[in-house]
Nanobody
Framework: QVQLVESGGGLVQSGGSLNLSCKVS????????MNWFRRPPGKERELVAS???????NYLDSVRGRFAISRDNDQSSVFLKMNGLKPEDTADYYC????????????WGQGTQVTVSS
C-alpha cells in the first residue's frame, strides 16, 4: 500500500520558517522524482519544488532562494525547508512522487496547511 504522509505545516508570521516532511512507504523511493506542490486559496495548484532521483532540483521562481528541497533515500523521505515566508506562500502543500518506466504513476499525500500571517 502506497502512502505519502506530510507533516510540518502550521501558522507562522511573515518572515518566519517552516520545515515540511513527507514520509513515503510502499514505493521504491529512490527511483522517483519527488515534488512539493501547493494550492493557494482560490487558485490553481502549482509546482513549488522538485528533486530527481539523481538529486537535481528545480524551484518555482517565487520561492527560489527561500525554499530548499532535499531527500533522504534511507529514510524514504523528502523535505521542504521554507525560509522568509510571505503571506502569498499561504496554501495547502502536497507531496508528490512521480515515477516513469517500470513504476509509472503519480502518488499524492493528503496535504498539510501552511498559513503565513502578515
Amino acid at each position: 500500500q502506497v502512502q505519502l504522509v506530510e507533516s510540518g505545516g502550521g501558522l507562522v508570521q511573515s518572515g518566519g520558517s517552516l520545515n515540511l516532511s513527507c514520509k513515503v512507504s510502499g514505493l521504491v523511493f529512490s527511483a522517483g522524482t519527488m515534488n512539493w506542490f501547493r494550492r493557494p486559496p482560490g487558485k490553481e495548484r502549482e509546482l513549488v519544488a522538485s528533486i530527481t532521483s539523481a538529486g537535481s532540483t528545480n524551484y518555482l521562481d517565487s520561492v527560489r532562494g527561500r525554499f530548499a528541497i532535499s531527500r533522504d533515500n534511507d529514510q524514504s523521505s523528502v523535505f521542504l525547508k521554507m525560509n522568509g515566508l510571505k503571506p502569498e506562500d499561504t496554501a495547502d502543500y502536497y507531496c508528490n512522487a512521480h515515477y516513469t518506466g517500470r513504476y509509472t504513476g503519480d502518488y499524492w499525500g493528503q496535504g498539510t496547511q501552511v498559513t503565513v500571517s502578515s
